[in-house]
Nanobody, 120 residues
Framework: EVEFLESGGDTVQPGGSLTLSCAASGSVFSYYWMYWVRQAPGKGLEWVSTFRPNGGIAEYADSVKGRFTISRDNAKNTVYLQMNSLKPEDTAVYYC?????????????WGQGTQVTVSS
């Protein structure tokens, strides 16, 4: 079973930037489609971004398109989410997962997530 450990969350001002990291265990990481998912306070889970293993194709939710960039380093078994021009509505716990959307609840095998707070 592959496990993921998210890190890099912090409190930043609107307009700021953060880079989230997701370290994966296991040797088959490079074959997975990877997703970033977030959950804002009092709200449901929201798909943020997808990275396909073949061709390096990335997809983004409209709410983050043009501001966020997903990438992966297979040699380091790590997925990243570069977040620029952050807005208060980006405040959420961010998870990296290999499960495709939709999401009704946090999976039992998901990591702890990393908290991003955007506030002045």
């Amino acid at each position: 079973e592959v496990e993921f450990l998210e890190s890099g969350g912090d409190t930043v001002q609107p307009g700021g930037s953060l880079t989230l990291s997701c370290a994966a265990s296991g040797s088959v990481f490079s074959y997975y489609w990877m997703y970033w998912v977030r959950q804002a306070p009092g709200k449901g889970l929201e798909w943020v971004s997808t990275f396909r293993p073949n061709g390096g194709i990335a997809e983004y939710a409209d709410s983050v398109k043009g501001r966020f960039t997903i990438s992966r380093d297979n040699a380091k078994n790590t997925v990243y989410l570069q977040m620029n021009s952050l807005k208060p509505e980006d405040t959420a716990v961010y998870y990296c997962v290999k499960d495709p959307p939709p999401y009704s609840a946090v999976g039992r095998h998901w990591g702890q997530g990393t908290q991003v707070t955007v506030s002045s």
